[in-house]
Nanobody, 113 residues
Framework: QVQLVESGGGLVQAGGSLRLSCAAS????????MAWYRQAPGNQRELVAR???????NYANSVKGRFTISRDNAKNTVYLQMNSLKPEDTAVYYC???????WGQGTQVTVSS
């Protein structure tokens, strides 16, 4: 059974930083492409960043230069380092295993102006 457990969300002022973590179990993590999505109220869920098993990364244009996705295969964990946060980054952030179509429970990120 695949499980994804996110942590690290919270309330931060604009310009601040947060690091999200997603611990995975039940998958061959080192070969799995992992992603972070987010969903703001009234909006569709959107891709924020993804990272392949080889460490290749892609980012949404809105977060390029501010967010960094990384992974630690020894800990079966993927991270999202978020810097220079803006109020428009406020959303529930979800971890996702692409090939297994499995979502985490989500973690709230709120950026105040």
């Amino acid at each position: 059974q695949v499980q994804l457990v996110e942590s690290g969300g919270g309330l931060v002022q604009a310009g601040g930083s947060l690091r999200l973590s997603c611990a995975a179990s039940g998958i061959i993590f080192r070969s799995s492409t992992m992603a972070w999505y987010r969903q703001a109220p009234g909006n569709q869920r959107e891709l924020v960043a993804r990272i392949s098993g080889l460490g290749l990364t892609n980012y949404a244009n809105s977060v390029k230069g501010r967010f960094t996705i990384s992974r630690d295969n020894a800990k079966n964990t993927v991270y999202l380092q978020m810097n220079s946060l803006k109020p428009e980054d406020t959303a529930v952030y979800y971890c996702y295993v692409i090939m297994r179509n499995v979502w985490g429970q989500g973690t709230q990120v709120t950026v105040s102006s």
